[in-house]
DNA sequence: TTAATGAATGTTATATTATAACAAAACAAA
DNA sequence: TTTGTTTTGTTATAATATAACATTCATTAA
């Protein structure tokens, strides 16, 4: 970490307290599992596994059990508050969850460090195709794997 | 099937053909097993599972076996035979196996009917990324869920 | 033709990811 | 407080995928 502690907890704070709000104006519960879930893929720096997640709950809460990781995280996913990497199975938070910017990652395969992304370009590019095509989007997926600079 | 028996046998010849000769434009070699896989998944109305193909290949080849199955899968997307659907953890056949278009998949979670689509705005896009971010790109994954024109 | 090499396959075992199904508890709201 | 809904608990199992090592096959150089 390049920063403090202080600076980190305040990030996990108001990642929290958007997180509440989102919540609310879904009519949405942020009950424990949900909130302590979004934590820790949040504090994740690299793509957390949904049964490495399971293992964390279980140090707090020994009863957690596959599904109820899996129903924290369609719930996160669908609230849009993480993403979800296909290609990895794996899970991320969202670095912008208020603004629904439509996003991708680029996944480097040499050092596995993943980058969420955005472009404007993208943004028309869906809606562009979600138009001409009658297609009533609901999820997208747009991963980019190979190499990245560093790693070049 | 709309088309008569006669029209689908050509289809899957020429498809075979083409696979042929990309193979050994790449000095790789269309073995039985891969070839089988690859008709298995070219005829197929629906995309295709792992464990559904190793079902049919085992109708003729009793000893095949999950790594059997996953091996020639391997295989075929690596030269772009085939196409995985992440999202579904399926695989397709390649609708334009010799130009090596971007392709991207509208997947309809009603009806689970899945189209294969190009953009040249997307392959624009594909570009400018890797450009502007100096990522050597081996693969993309690009898939929009949501309700199809039928089902909307 | 044969020996050597690397590629592909066979085989066993197991890891990893995810969901079905139903019971119990917590919560909302009438 | 009853009623209906959402969430969680729990057990079991389904579905997807890979590791590791042995064997066979294909190619080519000697």
Redesign the interface.
């Known amino acids: 970490m390049s920063h403090s502690c202080q600076q980190h907890k305040q990030q996990i704070e108001e990642a929290l307290d958007i997180a509440t709000r989102i919540c609310e104006q879904h009519g949405a519960r942020l009950t424990d599992v949900r909130k302590r879930v979004f934590e820790l893929i949040w504090v994740s720096d690299q793509p957390a596994k949904a049964y490495g997640l399971l293992t964390e709950l279980q140090k707090n809460d020994p009863s957690a059990k596959p599904p109820t990781i899996y129903r924290a995280l369609d719930f996160l996913l669908e609230l849009g508050l993480i993403h979800k990497l296909?290609?990895l199975n794996a899970y991320v938070r969202c670095t912008h969850p208020e603004e629904k910017k439509p996003c991708?990652f680029?996944i480097c395969?040499n050092c596995q460090v993943v980058?969420e992304?955005h472009?404007q370009?993208?943004k028309?590019?869906?809606a562009?195709?979600?138009k001409s095509?009658?297609?009533?989007?609901?999820?997208?997926?747009?991963?980019?794997?190979?190499?990245?600079?560093q790693c070049?």
Chains 1, 2 share one sequence.
């Open positions: 296909h290609r991708f680029l395969t980058t992304s472009d370009a993208y028309k590019l869906i562009k195709i979600s095509r009658d297609f009533k989007l609901h999820a997208t997926t747009f991963e980019m794997e190979g190499l990245c600079q070049v």
